[in-house]
């Protein structure tokens, strides 16, 4: 979006597609404002350089007009974080909304309806896409955390608005989940958790191409135990991967990567917040008990594992760290993590539940970058293109930070 310059903005109607999909509560009132804050960088800058924002979104999966995923609730937040009044329509194409956009002044905001009230959104209708291009004379998308769909606003739209250009967010995104994980500053390090092998499948297989070290923490670990032919007590197994785990281990002994499993582990007699636990070697879970965080000795040769690293990134909790109790592991891991950015190493959080983790334990403002995007950072790390971003590419126009 900095390509574009300020000739080029003046005045320009811009229809910028933003993941503004944030969590709302019963009181419609937000409760984590991250994807919003992220939006603003792109937006300032366009209405800095007397721009016309036309802002869309989608929030949450409704299926038609539904008035609890409607975006009012965003304009407060919104306009607070811009410093001007961010106007809203009722809708995100038709004439109202036609006549709300020649209305705007240059450097203002609005702020479309939810566009996923349209079910060809999703479908990526090209009458739909057209509809909410005619509203606009360039198209910037910033929405990260949808990438990864191809719908009418963040794909359909692109064939229709020329320039079409990657805003500061969604090129910060690319920046790091695939210019510094595929050429990183070595040693570098990757930590995968999260409770199922399964769906981490193709992040571990394509992270093993690219990382010195790998950590693995979390429910899957349990598969590689007893792949390894180790007891397992009652801990979560995903029986059909066994072989998946063998043949991930040593393809990581075949590319030289020192792939390091948990020690030890915090079992528990239930899976509870108030489960009776202890902690136990990996090799010594006994029948009857689940693991449900790594151990403090892992925690030990993990952060030593860590200490040489000039690069990391990191994809789900080492946990249940919902519960207190077997949180440690995470919260040891954010904090590893929050004192090596503090010593200048790129520190990578991507997506979903590691987010969650690095919020809770205060450290979110310290690491290299933090994702907004779940479904769309797990794809990116397994090596995916995203529809979004291809979308972009073929518009062939060159963005820089
Ligand atoms: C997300 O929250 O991951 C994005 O906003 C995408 O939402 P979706 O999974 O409903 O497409």
Same mark, same amino acid.
């Given at each position: ?5 300020? #000739?080029?903005?003046? &005045? ?5 597609? $933003?993941?503004?999909?944030? =969590? ?14 992220? $939006?603003?960088?792109?937006? !300032? ?10 802002? %869309? ?34 809708? +995100? ?8 956009? %020649? ?22 209708? =090209? ?31 692109? !064939? ?23 050429? =990183?500053?070595?040693?570098?390090? $990757?930590?995968?958790?999260?409770? !199922? ?13 690219? +990382?010195? *070290? ?9 598969? /590689? ?24 281990? #040593?393809?990581?002994?075949?590319? @030289? ?13 239930? /899976? ?13 879970? =006994? ?6 965080? *790594? ?17 990391? *990134? ?8 919902? /519960? ?7 919260? #040891?891991? $954010? ?15 991507? @997506?979903?539940?590691?987010? #969650? ?30 529809? &979004? ?8 126009? %060159?963005?820089?930070?």
């Amino acid at each position: 979006v900095s390509d574009l310059t300020l #000739a080029e903005l003046e &005045g320009k109607r811009v229809f910028v597609r $933003a993941d503004l999909n944030v =969590p709302l509560d019963e009181n419609q009132n937000i409760t984590d404002d991250t994807r919003i804050r992220a $939006a603003v960088p792109t937006i !300032k800058y366009l209405i800095s350089n007397g721009a016309k924002v036309i802002l %869309s979104s989608h929030l949450g999966r409704p299926k038609g007009v539904t008035p609890k995923f409607s975006l009012s609730p965003l304009v407060p937040r919104l306009s607070e974080l811009l410093g001007i009044k961010v106007e809203k329509a009722d809708d +995100c194409v038709g004439p109202e909304v036609e006549k709300l956009v %020649s209305a705007l002044p240059n450097g203002s905001v609005l702020l479309l309806e939810n566009v996923r009230f349209y079910k060809e959104e999703e479908k990526n209708e =090209p009458e739909f896409a057209k509809k909410l291009a005619s509203l606009a004379d360039l198209y910037v998308n910033d929405a990260f955390g949808t990438a990864h769909r191809a719908h009418a606003s963040t794909e359909g739209v692109t !064939k229709f608005l020329k320039p079409s250009v990657a805003g500061f967010l969604l090129q910060k995104e690319l920046d790091y989940l695939v210019g510094a994980v595929s050429s =990183p500053k070595r040693p570098f390090a $990757a930590i995968v958790g999260g409770s !199922k092998v399964s769906s981490k499948i193709g992040v571990i297989e394509s992270l093993l191409e690219k +990382c010195d *070290i790998l950590l693995l923490g979390g429910g899957m670990i349990f598969t /590689f135990y007893k792949a390894q032919g180790l007891s397992v007590g009652s801990s979560l197994v995903e029986e059909d991967k066994l072989d998946l785990a063998t043949s991930l281990m #040593a393809k990581a002994k075949e590319k @030289g990567v020192s792939l390091l499993l948990p020690t030890d582990v915090v079992v528990a007699d239930k /899976f509870a917040a108030d489960a009776e636990s202890k902690i136990v070697p990996a090799s010594a879970i =006994p029948d009857g008990w689940m693991g449900l965080d *790594i151990g403090p000795d892992s925690i030990k040769t993990f952060n030593d594992a860590l200490e040489t690293t000039k690069t990391v *990134i990191w994809n789900g909790p080492m946990g249940v760290f919902e /519960f207190d109790q077997f949180a440690t592991g995470t919260e #040891a891991v $954010a904090k590893k993590l929050a004192e090596l950015s503090g010593k200048g190493v790129t520190t990578i959080i991507g @997506g979903g539940d590691s987010v #969650a983790a690095v919020e809770k334990v205060g450290v979110a403002n310290v690491m290299s970058h933090i994702s907004t995007g779940g479904g769309a950072s797990l794809e990116l790390l397994e090596g995916k293109e995203l529809p &979004g971003v291809n979308a972009l590419d073929e518009a062939s126009v %060159s963005v820089a930070v």
